[in-house]
């Protein structure tokens, strides 16, 4: 059974979607969190690095949007299935989390890459704060490596619960830019969970304004969260796209 630690209710900082934007969110500081309250939380819009769950809580703004893709009825589109084929000599090995100088070098140039392209803010992280995002130990938590013959070239990190999979991170180096591993990673995730018998698969959040997210829109059929629903309130994931 989950064990609560902190719960911040209303915490104001800058918009990680939207510039110049004001945002409000909700954490909670959780440990042994089983794969049924993992998906409990997944359900009603909850997300999680590390011990750290977290679900946007805006009072004057629904941009945010949980988006999950039904497995049994998702079929990629044309340009989905090219970058998919484009990827198609990479070999993929799941395994539990693991941080090492490979892994950090990759985040590293990955990072770089995205602070020239989409003006993110440098990061430098570290192997201990590497760990504490992405591969504290969780029951749930997978790590998804593509090689490209003996060379690591993309980590995706991903959460298996009992009946879905929730993709958590992804990152990739800058040289395959143009195998279109954003996409295809998707594809291999729902391939994974078709492998598996999972129903959903969870993208996180849709934020039609901002790149980083818009593009999860583009996976149909997809359902959407409506509304967020309390902590202990049913969830309904009737929402459609206007």
Known sequence: MATLHLHLPDEREPCGYLAGREATMEYRVMTEVSGDELEWMLARGWRRFGHLYFRPSCPTCTECVSLRIPVA??????????????????????RPPLVDDERLALYHAWHEMREQTRGWKPSRINAEEYTRTFSEPHPCA???????????????????????????????????RALGLGVASVIFEVDYARQHALEHVYLGYRVRECPSTAYKSQFQPHDLLVERPAFHEPANWGGKDV
């Open 142 to 176: 997978l790590e998804m490596d593509y090689y490209d013959g003996e060379r690591l070239v993309a980590v995706g990190f991903i959460d298996r619960t009992p009946h879905a999979l929730s993709s958590v991170y992804f990152f990739y180096h800058p040289e395959v």
């Open 73 to 94: 009825a998702f079929s990629p589109n044309k340009s989905q299935r090219r970058a998919w084929k484009r990827c198609s000599q990479l070999r993929v090995e799941n």
